[in-house]
């Protein structure tokens, strides 16, 4: 005789109907074993299946095993079978819509378990009733109450009587202003098919405004796709948008610390993803702050700190330490920006004294980068924003001495092309602003190791298209002053073009 485990709870005999029959003490078997059986019989449901997950009751098997028709027919006469009491109202529901929805089915399926002494002929009928082609006499209509609490506040009742409507209309709009909710019922629901409509037009509204709470969301019901397109819209998006408004301030710092560490993050140049940090470092720390803060400002309030300790030292920094480590600091090589770095008092000493000496070493060399390894994750990063208004966009860069112009330029309606050369000092338009300042090279070729990459949005996926990594020896002349041209055909705008190089070893 096989012992029973004493921590286990036991079965018990209680009076279920008019029987005296074995019970499970507690849910979700509200029913009697016996019933169970013969309803997992009526829907063609291996009742060992059952047994072993209780929690779910197979419900997923038992809507498959429901015909097409009895799920997705309209609603032509008749009353409502079931009432819904949830959120304070009472909501007239129909079986064959009542069965899109898993967590209904479990609780109509437990609902009919409990009532009736024979459950397997209650559901012979209602299958029998939805059968096409038969002629049906109208029997009065015995309505099961059936109970739902929802303690999810995003869960209104305009949220939740829109997730219904939704089970008898396929083709009701949900707002990006709704969807929140929406989806927050269709979760509870378990309405798959709705819910997926939902993470669709969230993966279609992101903006400054709505990245934040769409994120969380897919974090919350662990929607992958969700959270992957949050971040990847942030990795385009974060310094060129994001970084010009006051929304800056609710980016969560785990969404902005993967999008710093991406090899895909798309900025105009390392000091503009710097500033970008600072904005957003400055709006944790004034949070009754309404209006994007000049830079200035930002400068001057963290220059206000004693001089003592670097702002990243003290125990209100610490915390953000691991995002200043994601940036690349050795690729800001003006003088202005340099200054400005040591001036705010920001950051560690000893980082800053590594930046300068790798800037000293490299200009004692020639413009070698000894100290960049791997162009992906250290590389010097700049960027153009190609507009749909632009034949042509170009900017020119001095890092070391050496001036290139990176360029984009408008074929036809959907072709570009991408590419960057090396120019002369001499020949620059506006000279004077550009390497003001600023060491000029005279070398007559410099090896470089670059990347030029472009990312645009078509039909809610990103494309992308990229040079790889090209190591190539640019000169002062014609034949040699130009890298290789990304060429891709898109209809996506904007495009997002990234350069990324390292000046490698001679």
Known sequence: MKMLNPHKPQLERRIVGSTN??????????????????????????????????????????????????????????????????????????????????????????????????????LEKLLQAQLPGKMKEQRPVRKMIVSLKINDPLVTEAAFAMALQNLYLRDVRVSVDDVLGVLAA????????????????????????????????????????????????????LVPLVGTEIHLRKIPQELLHKVLGSPRLFTFSEFR???????????????????????????????????????????????WMPLFLCLRLH????????????HINFFPESWLVRVIA????????????????????????????????????SKVIAIYGFFFEIKGIKQDPTSYSFHM???????????????????????????????????????????????NQIKQKFGLVKSSCKSHALKIQTVGIPIYASFSFVFSLS
């Open 273 to 319: 993803l710097l500033k970008t940090l600072l904005l957003w470092v400055y709006l944790q720390l004034n949070s009754k702050t309404q209006t994007m803060p000049t830079y200035e400002t930002v400068l001057s309030f963290f220059s206000s700190f004693p001089k003592k300790c670097c702002f990243l030292d003290r125990d209100v920094g610490q915390n």
């Open 421 to 467: 050369q090396r120019i002369r000092h001499t020949d620059l338009e506006f000279a004077s602003s550009v390497y003001e300042h600023s060491p000029i090279s005279l070398r007559a070729e410099r090896l470089v190791t670059y990347e030029i990459r472009a990312q645009t949005l078509v039909d809610g996926k990103w494309q992308e298209f990229t040079t």
């Open 186 to 237: 269709a979760h509870i629901l378990q309405f798959r098919s709705l819910f997926q409509r939902c993470v669709t037009v969230m993966m279609n509204g992101l903006t400054p405004s709505t990245i934040k709470n769409f994120y969380l969301a897919g974090c919350k019901y662990k929607e992958e796709p969700l959270t992957t397109a949050c971040e990847k819209w942030m990795e385009m998006n």
């Open 21 to 122: 029959r074995w019970r499970f003490p507690r849910e979700p078997f509200l029913g009697d074993l016996l019933a169970l059986s013969q309803m997992c019989k009526a829907v063609n449901v291996d009742f060992d299946e059952v047994l072993k997950s209780p929690d779910r009751l197979c419900v997923s098997q038992i809507q498959e095993n429901f015909p097409e028709n009895l799920k997705n027919k309209a609603v032509q006469s008749g009353e409502a079978g079931v009432i819904l009491e949830c959120l304070g109202f009472r909501w007239e529901l129909h079986q064959p819509q009542l069965f899109q929805s898993e967590t209904l089915t479990k609780l109509y399926m437990m609902a009919l378990a409990r009532g009736n002494a024979n459950p397997e002929k209650e």
């Open 358 to 393: 790798n800037h000293y070493l490299a200009l004692e060399n020639g413009g070698d980068m000894a100290h960049v390894k791997d162009l992906t994750t250290q590389g010097v990063r700049f960027g153009l924003l190609f507009n749909q208004e632009y034949t042509t966009h």
């Open 331 to 342: 690729g800001i090589t003006k003088g202005k920006g340099l200054e400005e770095l040591r």
